[in-house]
């Protein structure tokens, strides 16, 4: 598809999930997770994409099997003016996301440093940031598959976690050599030996 038909083509979405609350939050999370944008109550638009076209799929069977109301129309978006807001619209929402992610980098950074600096460069403290890290990872590549539009602020994101990546291995390397350069523990008598030894003198 070439640039300017992704710009183009739209899907206009219609849910109506009654009462039901479980599948109204439901319909919420997804819609959000594929990056739509309302246009009013219950209804949004998203760019016209396969992998749009089969979440929505999905989605809307769902609704329909539990009652509720669905329905998409696609459209071919004629006024460059509407295009480009839609589009600035959709950059602004993810660079927003990418934002929050840039935030939270800072502290997971300096942890790593505190940790280090308190010589806690343990195997167990690699296993817990490795986790944060992924964490993260997760939360990027989510926002990176709603970014439709390429926002400015993904580089400078995706730069911020692999600093992370680097850190984190910089920190596995000292929790390594903290463990193999620790002398290994003198084996204690156990303190029943001890007295026995002592009485035999």
């Not at 710009?7 to 849910?15: A, E, G, K, N, T």
């Not at 509407?82 to 935030?103: C, F, M, N, P, S």
């Not at 002398?183 to 029943?192: D, F, V």
Request: with cysteine; charged share 30%.
């Amino acid at each position: 598809m070439d640039v300017e038909r992704e710009r183009r083509d739209w899907v206009l979405v219609s849910i109506s999930t009654g009462a039901v609350a479980s599948l109204r939050v439901h319909v919420w999370r997804q819609l959000h997770k594929l990056g739509a944008v309302y246009v009013q109550q219950s209804v949004c638009i998203l760019p016209d994409r396969p992998a749009v076209g089969q979440a929505l799929a999905r989605l809307l069977a769902r609704v329909r099997d539990q009652g509720g109301q669905a329905r998409t129309l696609r459209l071919q978006l004629s006024d460059p003016q509407e295009i480009e807001a839609l589009v600035a619209e959709q950059r602004t929402e993810r660079d927003a996301e990418y934002a929050e992610v840039l935030e939270r980098v800072p502290q997971f950074l300096a942890e790593l440093q505190q940790e280090t600096a308190r010589g806690r460069a343990t195997y167990a403290e690699v296993e817990e940031s490795e986790a944060d890290l992924e964490r993260f990872a997760r939360w990027l590549s989510a926002i990176e598959a709603r970014d439709y539009f390429q926002a400015a602020g993904g580089d400078a994101a995706r730069a911020a976690v692999q600093d992370c990546r680097t850190a984190l291995a910089t920190f596995e390397q000292a929790a390594l050599a903290a463990d193999t350069t620790a002398e290994p523990a003198r084996p204690a008598w156990p303190a029943k030996r001890r007295l026995r030894a002592a009485d035999q003198d």
